[in-house]
């Protein structure tokens, strides 16, 4: 049972270092001064903005994971188990 939540909690935090490395490369073209925001551009930089969000959700979710993982592992650890 130790190794098993071990070997989750490593897996879980690869996989939010994972996400969170995918939202970091996901970046946005800059917009200048004078340039006029037509419909495609907007449309890029919502989908941008929502791409990223739910890769930090999901980062997020399994950072929450990895962490439950450890917590389950020291109880696990001082039950005895």
């Known amino acids: ?3 098993a939540l071990d070997i989750s909690a490593m897996l879980t935090a690869l996989a939010a270092a994972w996400f969170w490395w ?5 970046t946005m ?3 200048e ?10 449309n890029r930089l919502v989908v941008s903005f929502n791409r990223t969000q739910i890769l ?3 980062a ?3 950072t929450a994971l990895s962490a ?3 917590a389950a592992r ?6 005895g188990y």
């Not at 995918?22 to 996901?26: D, F, G, I, K």
């Not at 001064?33 to 907007?42: A, G, M, V």
């Open 1 to 3: 049972m130790i190794l």
């Open 29 to 31: 073209r800059r917009v």
């Open 22 to 26: 995918l939202a970091s490369h996901s």
């Open 56 to 58: 930090n959700s999901r």
């Open 60 to 62: 997020a979710l399994a």
């Open 68 to 70: 439950l993982c450890v």
């Open 33 to 42: 001064k004078e340039e006029e925001i037509d419909n495609h551009d907007l």
């Open 74 to 79: 020291f109880a696990a650890a001082i039950a």
